[in-house]
């Protein structure tokens, strides 16, 4: 088998590996995020401002993971890019 093939193809599966490992992320830190939601909604003993900061908190989360996804997917972009060059 070529080897740019075979690198080729173990790119493709690690970067649908990612994808679907963030997808299970995300999947999870919403249900997380609905089930803070409704506990916050029902606890009256809980003040504004603790409120807020989790809602900063779980917002600081969501931007982090759409962070990284963005930096990992662009460096997969490079190496994808790299392995064209070499061709």
Do not use: H, Y
Not at 1 to 7: E, L
Not at 30 to 44: H, K, P, V
Not at 47 to 55: L, R, S, V
Not at 58 to 71: A, L, M, P, T, Y
Request: proline share 1%; net charge negative.
């Amino acid at each position: 088998m070529d080897q740019s093939i075979f690198i080729k193809q173990f790119i493709d599966f690690n970067k649908t590996t990612f994808n679907n490992m963030l997808n299970a992320m995300d999947l999870f830190q919403q249900q997380s995020e609905g089930m803070t939601a409704s506990l916050l909604d029902q606890a009256a003993w809980v003040p504004d401002e603790g409120k807020k900061a989790i809602t900063d908190w779980i917002n600081s989360v969501k931007k982090g993971r759409e962070d990284f996804k963005k930096i990992v997917d662009d460096n997969f972009g490079k190496v994808e890019d790299f392995l064209k060059g070499s061709d």
